[in-house]
């Protein structure tokens, strides 16, 4: 049960920051387009010891440098859909309800292993 639930929530977890990072894509601001493809999901993190899973999402580094002005200037201007704000958004709107998706998912998993 341990092994099928962790898999299921990992799965879960990793559906959820793919959605919420398909989102930013449409509201990433695109000028030449080296922000919107500085984007990356970096992975899952399991850290046993603290009992966390951790999935990363983000924008900038060498490809971007100017990926956090450009996030949090809310007085720039752009084309919709694109906006500042363009990660941040997206995982607060996937944050609603997201307990109940992953404990779902968790359950699914579990109620089909029986």
């Known amino acids: 049960g341990g092994?099928?639930?962790?898999?299921?929530?990992?799965?879960?977890m990793y559906k959820e920051a793919a959605?919420?990072?398909a989102e930013s894509q449409f509201e990433v601001p695109v000028d030449k387009g080296f922000l919107?493809?500085?984007?990356q999901a970096y992975g899952i993190q399991v850290d046993e010891s603290a009992k966390e899973i951790v999935y990363t999402?983000?924008?900038?580094?060498?490809?971007?440098?100017?990926?956090?002005?450009?996030?949090?200037?809310?007085?720039?201007?752009?084309?919709?859909p694109t906006k500042a704000k363009y990660l941040e958004d997206p995982v607060k709107r996937r944050a609603q309800g997201m307990g109940n998706r992953l404990g779902d998912a968790v359950e699914n998993a579990l109620r089909s292993s029986m």
């Open 3 to 12: 092994t099928k639930a962790s898999h299921a929530l990992k799965q879960a």
């Open 57 to 80: 999402i983000g924008y900038g580094g060498v490809a971007a440098p100017y990926a956090l002005y450009v996030h949090e200037n809310l007085e720039a201007r752009h084309n919709a």
């Open 19 to 21: 959605e919420a990072f």
């Open 36 to 39: 919107r493809s500085s984007g």
